[in-house]
């Protein structure tokens, strides 16, 4: 028996789930009567998904049923960044939409005195773009998992615990 604990915090995203919502979301743009002729191209890259169309209310609509498709696949929200709309050649729209991946320092800092501050018994250490939680009781990283879901409701981030062992 392990005489410590530990699991790491980290946010990610299944990647291969947001390959189906946005498959979904081109099938669906194609097939809908509204939007069918909008000629909306979307680009999926490592970083961002790129969004081209005719007009602006073909946008908004186009990012509802991005919304959509990703809660149905069990994506959450808090991985797209939306910036803003702006002109592209040929008046139409064009929308970059940042995929968040990793903890930034900051947010790990925030979680990491949050955590320290609220259970006593772990102790927690940043390793790049996650959080290292360890301690001598399960029921001690329970709790201190119970901490970071209060305090994700607060973050612009999922927040997903691996490794826990």
Avoid: C, H, W
């Amino acid at each position: 028996m392990p005489d410590t604990y530990s699991f790491d915090v980290v946010s990610d995203f299944d990647r291969q789930e947001l390959v189906n919502a946005v498959d979904q979301l081109r099938r669906e743009v194609g097939q809908r009567y509204d939007l069918k002729d909008s000629d909306s191209v979307f680009d999926l890259e490592e970083t961002e998904l790129v969004i081209t169309t005719s007009s602006e209310m073909t946008l908004k609509s186009i990012e509802d049923i991005l919304r959509q498709k990703a809660t149905k696949r069990s994506l959450s929200l808090k991985i797209f960044d939306f910036q803003p709309s702006e002109s592209s050649a040929g008046n139409r729209v064009k929308q970059k939409v940042l995929l968040r991946k990793g903890l930034t320092q900051e947010i790990a800092k925030k979680l990491s005195k949050s955590v320290r501050d609220s259970v006593k018994k772990v102790s927690v250490s940043i390793q790049g773009e996650s959080l290292r939680i360890t301690g001598k009781s399960k029921d001690d990283l329970q709790s201190a998992i119970t901490v970071l879901r209060k305090k994700e409701e607060d973050l612009d981030v999922p927040l997903q615990f691996e490794n826990y062992r």
